[in-house]
């Protein structure tokens, strides 16, 4: 293993082999005696500032019992961890891209979600849920597929691992006003949905919920969605453009992260404040 700066890639490598790890009850200390390395070395590879061997990512995955198209997956990301990377946009082709995307919101410190039409995933109530995957089974995948249970299953897992009470990292949503007022196959799904949102405001003082009203001017981001992570002085941020279909992209730094970041943050001073938007989801809820 050498010591690297933390690219998107490696750090991307390490929150999968963290996560890998910790499900397997490995500690970090068995991981490096696996590989003939000193502890500290696992640590800099799971934070994304040391690169592996493919013969050590071998020996670690078999030591996590990583198999399958998993393992596969698992030594592309370490191929693509050890070529020097000149560019800042990452494009995210590998299967089970959304699980990656989980290792990373997990890791940041600063969360600054904006979405158009559609709740966002952290704050989506599990009938909302489940009513957003029904309108993609049999279209974005087969019926016959597991990917709507997992991925439900994953929604969820997110929320119990961020939305905990006493997590002190930072968290902004812009959420839009037609995405409080959208046709989700039944009433009781937005009830539901505006409930779960006023009970998590009332239950989180730090989550700050903005909403954008329709008809608001000042914001640059219409008709599209993203999420900028930020690490503070653990690495630069990472903007994230939300897709419909296809694969993921990841933009590192400056100046892409940096444009996004600035977007974000016309679109959140253009919103209803807290109490404000608060005040909205009630009316909208009794309508």
Known sequence: M????????????GLVLRR?????????????????????????????TATASEEDLRT????????????TTVLELGAQARRR???RVHVDNLPDAYRR?????????????????????????EGYIQALLAEADGVLWSESDT?????????????????????????RFVVTEDALRANMGAPEVMREQLGHLLGLLDKLPDLNIRVLQA??????????????FGFGERGTPIGYSSPVFGPSTYYDGDPEATAMLRAFYRSWETALSREESRRLIQLIAKE
């Not at 700066?5 to 750090?11: M, Q």
């Not at 600054?112 to 966002?120: A, H, K, L, M, W």
């Open 147 to 171: 990917q709507g249970e997992d991925r439900w299953v994953y929604r969820l897992d997110r929320q119990t691992r961020m939305l905990s009470e006493g997590d002190r990292r930072i968290l």
């Open 215 to 228: 008809g608001a001017y000042g914001n640059p981001l219409r008709g599209s969605g993203l999420t900028i």
């Open 101 to 125: 995307f989980a290792d990373l919101e997990a890791s940041a410190s600063e969360i600054n979600c904006f979405e158009t039409g559609v709740i966002p995933g952290l704050l989506q109530s």
């Open 85 to 87: 990377q000149k560019r």
């Open 20 to 48: 890998l790890r910790e499900r397997s009850g490995m500690t970090q200390q068995a991981g490096a005696e696996a590989v003939g390395k000193v502890r500290s070395r696992i640590v800099q590879l799971e934070d994304g």
């Open 2 to 13: 050498g010591h690297a700066r933390p690219t998107f890639e490696r750090r991307q490598l």
């Open 60 to 71: 670690l995955l078999d030591c996590y019992t990583v198999t399958g198209d998993e393992r």
